[in-house]
Structures are given as structure tokens and as C-alpha cells.
């Protein structure tokens, strides 16, 4: 008995000393974290706002931590493929992902089948920004707030239309909350990207669609679009004069898009954590502050637990729109 105790103490000690190794060298390795360049999977095509964020965080993070950021594309399937590569690579932190409102979001609910677990199969780490889209209309069309538009959609049920960038977007979601909330019968045509709708819409083939905020700012300056609400449940300094939807008839109406850095399940957490710190002081910069302002982007901050709490409420609050549209990708 004895002799079984003396092995079991010095197999506890031994337990002990490895554990003890372990921590330390996951310890020292974020703290040496990067040692080598740095890929970001933007998974989304070249010059969209996923993209630009992404190079934005890109160059910023290399700055900050003196090695490569590289920006690598994997676009299709509304961000399944770059985000399921990820899912799939080393938890080192040199793999990271340019996560959103769409493949960590409204996939979840939109497609019969995932590659991925949107909310355990990825290490969430941080926040980049946030910020609403803009229902916007033809300068032509005869509403100019949105008690207007709503009026006149019910007067004439089923004879207006809208347009967005594909079903299942975050703008195609946006219009079907609001069609929930305000029992309208608007038909939805849905387009092969953003560029060719709002072309259409400005060239008066579409009258309405919701757009991302930062994608209408210069349209609206410019006369080619007039704003009619916004969906976050502020209003947004680059055009102060443009209502909420929430303090247009909607109170608590919310459908904000946003933009993350995620990376591999399994992350260590010093790591995850070290990562969430880089994109903080990012946030915090002057020239990124100003630029996200022009936009129209707030910069939120979250601690890694509280972006994954975060993903799982935006599951289920697109998750509920995408139901309620009839949306579906086999």
C-alpha cells in the first residue's frame, strides 16, 4: 500500500512538473507571439467592406507587432470557405479570420448544412466595428421619411419592390425585419452583389433597398440616393440629419452589421487574449478612430468571452429573420 502511494505521489509530481512545462511554454509563446508573419483570411471577395477592414487591421497589426500581416481571399458561400479553412488550421495565431455578420451570423440559420460551428468550431477574439445599414431610395420616389414610405407601401400592397444583394444578405434581413414590424407586402429582387443594385436603384429600375451605411454615406452627399433611416439605434454623425428606424414608429429596431477578427478552435487563452489586446489598441488609434467616424463605424471593444456570448445572440437574432423570409441555401 505503501509502495502504491509513494507511485502515485511521485505520477502526481511528475503530472505536476508537466502541466507546469506546459503553461510555461504556452505562456512564453504568446508572449513571443509573432515570430513570423501573420495570414488573414478575408473570406470575402477583394474591395467589399469585409476586405477593406480586413487590410485596415492588417496593416495596423503590423505596425504594431513588427512581422507581415498578409491578407489572403477565400471567398464563396457567403464566407463558409475562408471561414471553414480557418476552422481547420493550427491554433498558433498565424492563421486568423475576418469574421461577420453573415458567415459567423446568418449562415448559421440560412444554409441546411455548415462545414463549421460557427459559435465553438472558432476561437472568437475580438471586435473590429460595428454599424448599421441605411434604407435607402431613389431621389425620385415620393417618401422622404420612413412614416411615408410605410403609408405609401400600404396603400399600394404588393406594387413596390426592393432590392438587395443576394438572399440572405444582412440588407435582404434587414427589409424582412422591417416588413415583420410593419406588415408590409414589398416584393424582394434579389441581385448578384451590391455594385449592380445600387446601380439599378439610382438609376430609378429598383426603389428602395437597405444598403451598409459606410456604402451609402457618399451616394447621399451626392444626391444619387436620399437616406430615409438608419438601423442602428443611434444616429450616425456622418449623416446626423437621418433618423433611426427605432425613433420612426420601430422602438428597439436593430440590425447592425459588423466586422471581427476570429481564428482556429483551440486557441490557447494567453494567446486569444494577447491578439484581443492588439485589436483594442487598434480600435484606439486616432486615424482608425476618424476613418470608422467618416463611415459611420462605432469601435467596440469586446473581451473574448464576451464576442463569443456575442455570436450566439447574433445566431439567433438573424436566425429569426432568416426564418421568417423563407431564405434557404442547400
Known amino acids: 500500500m505503501k509502495h502504491t502511494t509513494a507511485l502515485s505521489q511521485r505520477a502526481l509530481a511528475s503530472l505536476g512538473v508537466a502541466a507546469f512545462v506546459l503553461l510555461t511554454s504556452v505562456c512564453t509563446f504568446a508572449q513571443t507571439w509573432p515570430t513570423k508573419p501573420i495570414r488573414i483570411i478575408v473570406p470575402m471577395p477583394p474591395a467589399g467592406t469585409t476586405d477593406n477592414m480586413g487590410r485596415?487591421?492588417?496593416?495596423?497589426?503590423?505596425?504594431?507587432?513588427?512581422?507581415?500581416?498578409?491578407?489572403?481571399?477565400?471567398?464563396?458561400?457567403?464566407?463558409?470557405?475562408?471561414?471553414?479553412?480557418?476552422?481547420?488550421?493550427?491554433?498558433?495565431?498565424?492563421?486568423?479570420?475576418?469574421?461577420?455578420?453573415?458567415?459567423?451570423?446568418?449562415?448559421?440559420?440560412?444554409?441546411?448544412?455548415?462545414?463549421?460551428d460557427i459559435v465553438e468550431g472558432l476561437t472568437?477574439?475580438?471586435?473590429?466595428?460595428?454599424?448599421?445599414?441605411?434604407?435607402?431610395?431613389?431621389?425620385?420616389?415620393?417618401?422622404?421619411?420612413?412614416?411615408?414610405?410605410?403609408?405609401?407601401?400600404?396603400?399600394?400592397?404588393?406594387?413596390?419592390?426592393?432590392?438587395?444583394?443576394?438572399?440572405?444578405?444582412?440588407?435582404?434581413?434587414?427589409?424582412?425585419?422591417?416588413?415583420?414590424?410593419?406588415?408590409?407586402?414589398?416584393?424582394?429582387?434579389?441581385y448578384r452583389g451590391g455594385g449592380p443594385a445600387m446601380l439599378d436603384l439610382m438609376a430609378g429600375q429598383v426603389p428602395m433597398m437597405f444598403v451598409n451605411f459606410d456604402s451609402a454615406v457618399?451616394?447621399?452627399?451626392?444626391?444619387?440616393?436620399?437616406?430615409?433611416?438608419?438601423?442602428?439605434?443611434?444616429?450616425?454623425?456622418a449623416l446626423p440629419d437621418v433618423p433611426t428606424v427605432a425613433e420612426s414608429g420601430f422602438p428597439g429596431f436593430e440590425a447592425e452589421s459588423w466586422t471581427a477578427i476570429s481564428g482556429p478552435p483551440n486557441m490557447p487563452a494567453d494567446l486569444v487574449l494577447r491578439i484581443n489586446?492588439?485589436?483594442?489598441?487598434?480600435?484606439?488609434?486616432p486615424d482608425v478612430r476618424e476613418k470608422y467616424a467618416v463611415l459611420g463605424l462605432d469601435t467596440s471593444p469586446l473581451a473574448p468571452d464576451a464576442m463569443k456570448l456575442f455570436i450566439k445572440q447574433e445566431v439567433d437574432k438573424w436566425g429569426k429573420a432568416v426564418r421568417a423570409s423563407g431564405a434557404k441555401v442547400d
Open 277 to 285: 489586446q492588439i485589436l483594442n489598441r487598434i480600435s484606439q488609434m
Open 56 to 116: 485596415l487591421v492588417a496593416q495596423k497589426m503590423s505596425e504594431l507587432t513588427g512581422q507581415p500581416v498578409v491578407v489572403e481571399n477565400k471567398a464563396g458561400a457567403n464566407g463558409n470557405i475562408g471561414s471553414d479553412f480557418v476552422s481547420k488550421s493550427a491554433p498558433d495565431g498565424y492563421t486568423l479570420l475576418v469574421s461577420g455578420v453573415g458567415s459567423q451570423g446568418i449562415n448559421a440559420t440560412l444554409y441546411s448544412s455548415m462545414p463549421y
Open 218 to 237: 457618399p451616394h447621399v452627399k451626392s444626391g444619387k440616393m436620399k437616406a430615409i433611416a438608419v438601423t442602428s439605434l443611434t444616429r450616425r454623425a
Open 124 to 190: 472568437h477574439i475580438g471586435m473590429i466595428a460595428k454599424g448599421p445599414n441605411a434604407l435607402v431610395v431613389n431621389p425620385a420616389f415620393p417618401a422622404n421619411n420612413l412614416k411615408e414610405l410605410v403609408a405609401l407601401i400600404k396603400a399600394n400592397p404588393g406594387k413596390y419592390n426592393y432590392a438587395s444583394t443576394g438572399n440572405g444578405a444582412s440588407n435582404h434581413l434587414s427589409m424582412e425585419m422591417l416588413k415583420s414590424s410593419a406588415d408590409l407586402k414589398i416584393v424582394h429582387i434579389p
